[in-house]
């Protein structure tokens, strides 16, 4: 079983910053797949960005130049850095774990971007 807790989300203006972070815990030594995905009211959850357990790293093009992830494979974490926030960001974000083929998910941290 893998567990995924999210924090870091909040209310921002256009242009902030803010930075999730997600820990992974559970019976598994590394996570393959990492990544966030996001959900806004009436729309489908997309991919934000994701990482691939050792360096390779995926952007959605809305938030390519913007925003990074990072993993600590040691303490099992990821975060999320997001910078040059637009109101069109503001959805729930959901950090996602793959392992052996399955899918984990968090419970979702909500984030508001005010213009």
């Known amino acids: 079983q893998v567990q995924l807790v999210e924090s870091g989300g909040g209310l921002v203006q256009a242009g902030g910053s803010l930075r999730l972070s997600c820990a992974a815990s559970?019976?598994?030594?590394?996570?393959?797949?990492m990544g966030w995905y996001r959900q806004a009211p009436g729309k489908r959850r997309e991919l934000v960005a994701d990482a691939i357990s050792g360096s390779s790293t995926n952007y959605a093009d809305s938030v390519k130049g913007r925003f990074t992830i990072s993993r600590d494979n040691l303490k099992n974490t990821m975060f999320l850095q997001m910078n040059s926030l637009k109101p069109e960001d503001t959805a729930v974000y959901y950090c996602?774990?793959?392992?052996?083929?399955?899918?984990?998910w968090g419970q979702g941290t909500q984030v508001t971007v005010s213009a």
């Open positions: 559970g019976t598994f030594v590394r996570l393959d797949v």
């Open positions: 996602h774990g793959s392992f052996r083929s399955r899918d984990y």
